[in-house]
């Protein structure tokens, strides 16, 4: 808003003058835009009394306290139902009950304000002009920002997994069993500054494979090999890899030269440090280079259907192969590096700028992030207490009060979970969800938090760094949120499954019961994680 002039065209007084209204304006066109979106996409049902009948709250009707809502709950509306033109025509329909009279009857001054707003709001973007414009450009940008960092926690009731999660799992998990080969000619990919550049299509039609082998009914869920593009832009959109900077698209045209070979290659780069949480465990770098090509060389070197042996054109090897070298084949600036990766954080994370945009999107899909905001909402005249999902929690056992270190932990891991610093529920997650409760990872965890908190600033040599771990831990425990075992055990252990049930590895654990204490919903169960003995309580 601040770099625009509005009204457009019009003399520097009129701008001056009308300088409130549009601001006004803009501020209500980005709140209000696609506040359609989930209240018609989504089916939220809503129950006045314990024990009662639920029954189908419609926006137009009032908020949920106005309907005198005690609990409610969060459904899909089937594709098939969804009305795709209800999410442009009910934001006009809901000013009038969000935006205070007082705030309209100011707009109300300048009409030809309220006109494009109106139209804006209508999804006009001729008659909403700049408005319109200013909106949508936000939204991308805001879009792009939450694709990549914005919180992961989802609803219960949506069971589908997002693509861009069954894609990540299956490629780290053929990276992890080799069934990627690297660094050779023939390979699916090669390492070359900080990332992995992938054939395109070969990469595609693996992990896709990947994921039907393990689940066959996925087909319905999973664009086929004709759609590889789905799979590109679900990569794009969560910033898995790296567009390239010139033209914003997934794909890039390099040519490859080994020792004694040369193809040329339309590729996926994946920075190094999306892939892998250690920078122990990345691959070794090519002993070649990796030529960046201006545009598509040749019919052969962009054919989809050949692999890597097959699909690059031949030319002479170089003279002098580099080690793991990237180059420019016309005049201009280098490789951007990959943007680092989003960590986790004691304090909470500042907001940071998108790099990239994602184009909008119609309808809220099952399987996109439902995101829970802290929002600041007008004071009422009833002061009527806000409704939250239901959820009933057992009392704590005993009298003892939490420390500020286990608050402050609890608080860490609340944090990291919703916004996705801190990963659960996959391979070398400290957090994993059970039958039992929130399994904490020990002591890898406590030392984590004592080592992000600046716990163990002071403690000099590892082995007392480790003891800020331990005092972390023991102060969870005293807090008595955690399974208590046969014997007063407090770690138990568990043990890692592969698809197949083949044991992969163990884990020791804190076991925190009732994780509805702290997260709503809770994330779905790990099926890879299964006690390795009966678990009794004390």
Not at 150 to 174: D, E, I, K, W
Not at 339 to 345: G, K, Q, V
Request: charged residues 25%.
């Amino acid at each position: 808003r601040n770099g625009t002039l509005l009204p457009s065209g019009r003399s520097a007084e009129e701008i001056d003058a009308q300088r409130d209204f549009w601001t006004y304006a803009t501020i209500l066109a980005a709140l209000l835009h696609d506040v359609g979106k989930p209240m018609t996409d989504l089916r939220i049902e809503l129950i006045d009394r314990p024990g009662g009948a639920p029954r189908r709250w419609l926006p137009v009707t009032g908020d949920l306290l106005a309907a005198g809502a005690a609990e409610y709950r969060v459904g899909f509306a089937p594709k098939a139902e969804r009305d795709y033109g209800a999410h442009r025509r009910l934001p006009v329909v809901l000013m009038q009950r969000i935006v205070p009279a007082s705030t309209m009857s100011f707009l109300g001054r300048e009409p030809s304000v309220v006109a494009q707003l109106m139209a804006s709001l209508a999804g006009d973007g001729e008659g909403g002009g700049a408005l319109w414009t200013l909106v949508r450009q936000a939204d991308q940008g805001s879009t792009s920002a939450n694709l990549l960092h914005g919180p992961r926690s989802r609803f219960l009731t949506a069971a589908a997994v997002p693509l861009v999660a069954q894609l990540n799992q299956a490629l780290r998990q053929l990276l992890a069993d080799g069934r990627l080969p690297l660094n050779r000619d023939g390979a699916a990919g090669w390492v070359c500054g900080n990332a992995v550049w992938f054939v395109a299509k070969r990469l595609a039609d693996t992990v896709r494979e990947e994921i039907l082998r393990g689940d066959p009914d996925a087909g319905d869920s999973i664009p086929g090999p004709n759609k590889n593009d789905r799979l590109f832009d679900a990569w794009q959109d969560y910033a898995v890899l790296e567009c390239h900077p010139e033209t914003g698209q997934a794909i890039w045209y390099v040519r490859v030269e080994g020792a004694d070979y040369s193809h040329d290659f339309a590729v996926l780069k994946f920075p190094l440090a999306r892939l892998y949480e250690q920078e122990s465990r990345y691959p070794p770098a090519f002993q070649g280079s990796v030529t960046i090509l201006p545009g598509r060389p040749s019919a052969s070197a962009g054919e989809p259907d050949r692999d890597a042996k097959t699909e690059g054109q031949s030319a002479p090897p170089p003279e002098h192969a580099g080690k793991g070298t990237v180059r420019r084949r016309v005049e201009g600036a280098g490789i951007p590096g990959p943007r680092p990766e989003h960590a986790a954080r004691a304090a909470p994370a500042s907001a940071r700028p998108a790099d990239a945009t994602a184009p909008e999107d119609d309808l809220l899909d099952d399987t996109e992030t439902a995101v829970d905001e802290d929002r600041r909402t007008r004071k009422s005249r009833a002061r009527m207490r806000p409704v939250v999902p239901y959820v009933e929690v057992p009392p704590l056992a005993g009298d003892t009060e939490p420390g500020d270190v286990a608050l402050a932990f609890m608080n860490w891991l609340q944090r990291g979970v919703g916004d996705g610093s801190i990963k659960y529920n996959e391979a070398g997650a400290m957090v994993h969800f059970v039958a039992h409760g929130m399994l904490l990872v020990s002591p890898r965890i406590f030392r984590e938090y004592a080592a992000l908190a600046g716990l163990d600033e002071d403690a000099g040599e590892p082995p007392e760094r480790d003891k800020r771990g331990a005092v972390v831990q023991r102060e969870v425990l005293r807090a008595g949120w955690h399974l208590v075992g046969a014997g007063r055990t407090n770690i138990h252990a568990f043990a890692v499954t592969k698809r197949g049930g083949v044991k992969a590895g163990k884990l020791a654990a804190v076991v925190i019961l009732h994780p509805e204490r702290w997260f709503n919903p809770v994330p779905q169960t790990n099926p890879c994680i299964q006690a390795q003995t009966s678990i009794e309580t004390a």
